[in-house]
């Protein structure tokens, strides 16, 4: 019998198998490698810590809107394609395209600018390749890093 536990990312019920891990003595499982990696990234921002929620635990959500360059444009067929591919992701709720830009609306708890630049890259579409847009992706990720940091729950007693 396999037993279905909650995917702490998403919310999804899934298979206690699937894609499943090990922190701090618990068994977690998870509906894609997407969710595994944003967890294990950072656990405390998923599962908090005894006696105190973590901010996915209270429905929080960190909405971005990005725009990214891609290297060549795409036409009609290539960008329903490419849509298709973005938002079967985790978090992902909107994707436009038009020639050779992206806006997509996505919840960082759930997805990074990073995963979808690679899962861009696994389906065969390049981003910009000029080293200004390499600098601005590399840059959306580092802030995006920092935000979920913040946002992560520090296992810390205050002081008043």
């Known amino acids: 019998m396999n037993e279905t536990v909650k995917d702490y990312v998403c919310q999804m019920q899934v298979p206690s198998t699937s894609f499943s891990t090990e922190y701090a003595g618990g068994h977690y ?3 894609s490698a997407q969710c ?12 908090g810590f005894p006696g105190r929620k973590a901010p996915a635990q209270e429905g929080k ?3 971005k809107r990005r725009r990214l360059l891609l290297s060549v444009p795409l036409d009609a067929a290539q960008a329903e394609q490419v849509k298709q591919a973005l938002l079967e992701m985790m978090g992902v709720h909107e994707v436009c395209i ?10 960082l708890i759930q997805v990074t600018a990073g995963q979808i630049a690679d899962k861009l890259a696994l389906i065969g579409i390049a981003l910009g390749g000029g080293w200004v847009d390499r ?9 995006e890093e920092i935000e979920i940091s913040s946002l992560e729950v520090e ?5 008043h």
């Open 155 to 159: 296992n810390k007693k205050c002081c």
């Open 61 to 63: 959500k960190v909405i």
């Open 29 to 31: 499982a998870f509906c």
């Open 98 to 107: 038009d020639g050779d830009k992206i806006e997509i609306q996505y919840d």
């Open 135 to 143: 600098l601005k992706l590399a840059f959306i990720n580092n802030l």
């Open 36 to 47: 595994k990696e944003r967890f294990l990234a950072n656990p405390h921002l998923y599962i």
